[in-house]
């Protein structure tokens, strides 16, 4: 099966899975294809969501998300040096990194910040903390949110008290750190939220790993909003940038049919 095939295949069955399978299984298709064969079918997938193909940008959605698993990180790599070598110039864009270090990696070297003050006297365990995350009342819920403990903000992230006014107040926090702002990319309830996915792209804390991958998923009016922030990083404007020249023209509507939506 050629890459067009393969790419054809992988947006044909995405889209008839429920969500929570299309993550396992492209990331079933990924190990078991090569990775040139693979890499060029994600490229043929980039390529048509960069020009705005429903069934593309639906396929690509799984794969911001599985991009979003820390586990997925190694072939995350090799993707990105055969996107460069080949060139595959829309799973480039996509994968693209800064030659700095990420802030998610001088995260990780960081110290674990500061725990909230539950009012109990005493720094609770993170045993206690995770205890009141899977049971949070609305009165404990600010401090919960402002927990270091990305294990506090998943469980958090899984509880049906949770909504999503309060993980866009946690997305668009700042200063934020960055592997809290991880845990919301790679939740399954709320990665795929407008206003969370904005959040998080809008966010000068958010590692370019998430953010870059994101930009992918924006619609054009999105798209602006990041090319005017003055605060997020060089790299996610120029994803933006490079993704809102590649989107083909609007059509215009004919003379007296009202705008097109």
């Known amino acids: 099966m050629d890459d067009a095939l393969l790419a054809a295949k992988w947006m044909r069955v995405l889209a008839s899975l429920a969500t929570e399978l299309r993550v396992p299984y492209l990331r079933a298709e990924l190990s078991s294809a090569s990775l040139d064969r693979g890499a060029a079918a994600l490229e043929r997938i980039c390529a048509q969501a ?37 060139p595959w110039l829309a799973l480039g864009r996509l994968l693209r ?26 720094t609770l365990t993170l045993g206690e903390r995770k205890a009141l995350a899977r049971r949070p009342t ?73 953010a870059v991958p994101l930009v992918g998923l924006l619609m054009r009016s999105e798209l602006r909003i990041v090319l005017s922030s003055t605060e997020i990083a060089p790299i996610v404007r120029s994803a933006a940038r490079d993704l809102l020249a590649r989107r083909p023209p609007m059509k215009k509507a004919p003379k007296g049919s009202g705008p097109v939506q």
């Not at 593309?56 to 072939?75: G, I, K, N």
């Not at 030659?99 to 909230?116: H, Q, T």
């Open 138 to 210: 609305r009165q404990v819920l600010e401090k919960l949110f402002a927990d270091p403990d990305p294990a506090v903000i998943r469980l958090l992230l899984a509880n049906p008290k949770v909504i999503e006014d309060d993980v866009v107040r946690l997305a668009a926090r700042r200063p934020n750190r960055p592997d809290v702002l991880a845990e919301i990319a790679k939740s399954p309830r709320w990665a795929h939220r407008p206003r969370v996915r904005m959040a998080l792209v809008l966010n000068p804390s958010s590692p370019a790993e998430i």
């Open 50 to 86: 960069e020009q705005g193909q429903p069934d593309a940008r639906e396929a690509l959605v799984s794969f911001v998300d599985l991009l979003a698993q820390p586990d997925f990180e190694p072939q995350t790599r090799q993707l990105r040096e055969l996107a460069r070598q080949t």
């Open 97 to 122: 990194r800064p030659l700095r270090p990420s802030a998610m990696a001088l995260m990780r070297a960081a110290d674990e910040g500061r725990v909230p003050d539950y009012g109990v006297g005493r």
